[in-house]
């Protein structure tokens, strides 16, 4: 009784692939009728010697971290949530991850990559990975905390042409056979509109972003409720 839309917070700075197969032998979900996908991508300006980041989508500026970020060089990601960086002045420092993939092409020992730091005192690590840079030198937001917001902020002040004159938006409601949560339900000319928020940091080819980057259950779930809303009418 609606439509279906997968809005994807993607890696990609020059395209979007999705859906793609999320482990061996499973096929790719097709979406019946219009199932847009849009993709958001991180732009990089340097200032005064400071990194400043936004998030883009169709080109237009829309989430902006509050402070600069800081660059450090990448030695390895373990026990999922940590990662030892090398500083520019030589120091070791030791960032949370927060990113539960597998995050394959984003863990390039060598590669730039870009963190946040916090001022809170009781913060264990109080720098976040925000950037990591794939190898063919594109710029993956892996901070999954983040996509929401980003896409939160970009339909509210309708950079998503699709999405644009809704009369409410919802946040994490209930839908569904499979007892799963819209990321968002907005109403357009009297119509719901099912929104599903994917973080994509697998980047292969000439940028394309894929989701999936290793066997996900839940991600083969959201897609099976979306393509099971559009069927549904």
């Known amino acids: 009784a609606g439509n279906a839309g997968l809005l994807v917070a993607s890696v990609s700075e020059t395209g979007l692939q999705s859906p793609r197969p999320s482990g061996q032998g499973e096929k790719p979900i097709r979406f019946p009728g219009k199932a847009p996908v849009f993709c958001l991508a991180p732009r990089m300006r340097r200032f005064r010697g400071s990194y400043l980041f936004s998030m883009t989508i169709n080109g237009c500026h829309t989430m902006r971290f509050p402070q600069p970020l800081q660059q450090a060089t990448l030695v390895r990601r373990y026990k999922r949530f940590l990662a030892d960086v090398e500083l520019s ?7 949370h991850c927060p990113n539960t993939g597998s995050m394959r092409n984003c863990l390039q020992p060598g590669a730039p990559l ?5 001022l809170d005192p009781k913060r264990k690590y109080p720098a976040t990975w925000e950037i990591a840079t794939t190898p063919d030198g594109h710029l993956a937001g892996i901070n999954t905390s983040r996509a ?9 002040v309708g950079l998503v042409p699709e999405l644009r004159g809704f009369t409410d938006l919802k946040a994490e409601v209930r839908y569904g056979l499979e007892a799963s949560r819209a990321d968002f339900l907005l109403q357009i000319e009297g119509q719901p509109v099912y929104v599903e928020v994917k973080n994509v940091t697998l980047c292969e080819g000439a940028g394309a972003g894929f989701f ?10 959201h897609l099976r409720e979306l393509a099971a809303m559009v069927q549904s009418g």
Do not use: F, K, M
């Open 89 to 95: 002045s030589g120091q070791s420092l030791t960032i």
């Open 114 to 118: 870009w963190y946040s730091a916090s």
């Open 148 to 156: 929401n917001g980003l896409v939160r902020e970009a339909i509210e």
């Open 212 to 221: 999936p980057d290793a066997v996900s259950d839940r991600g083969s779930r």
